[in-house]
């Protein structure tokens, strides 16, 4: 799967969802801070992701490799402060509460979930607007 960004604003880092070529669904995630824990955004690179489970989020996978991060996950929400250095899923971009968003966020992770049904990994490209 690749993520490809193409909007860096102080709103969020916005990117497309593409697998096996098509693009299905739409990311959101922190602005570039340097890779802190839980304020940034991810490198562009290549990790490898593996299934996730715990009690607030029951199924999904987690993003691994990514230096000085622990805990990067694919999960639902609409705006920036809902991901603490995750990666949220959508269907649409949208202003919500005046603020970007990405909207119907538990479609767009269901489908998301849904093309992972029979992989516990998988590896993912990040790349940025230009690569």
């Not at 880092?13 to 669904?25: L, S």
């Not at 991810?42 to 993003?63: D, K, L, M, W």
């Not at 202003?95 to 992770?109: E, H, N, R, T």
């Amino acid at each position: 799967m690749i993520i490809r960004r193409i909007a860096f604003t102080e709103h969020g880092t916005f990117g497309v969802i593409i697998d096996n070529g098509i693009p299905f669904a739409l990311t959101l995630e922190r602005p570039w801070m340097d890779n802190k824990q839980n304020v940034s955004c991810i490198p562009a690179g290549v990790y490898a992701c593996n299934r996730f489970s715990s009690e607030t989020h029951p199924s999904t996978f987690q993003v691994m490799n990514v230096p000085e991060r622990t805990a990067i996950l694919f999960h639902t929400g609409n705006l920036m402060k809902h991901s603490a250095g995750c990666i949220l899923i959508g269907e649409t971009f949208e202003l919500y509460k005046g603020q970007p968003a990405v909207m119907s966020s538990s479609k767009g992770f269901k489908e998301f979930m849904e093309r992972l049904t029979d992989q516990q990994d998988f590896q993912l490209l990040i790349q940025d607007r230009g690569e």
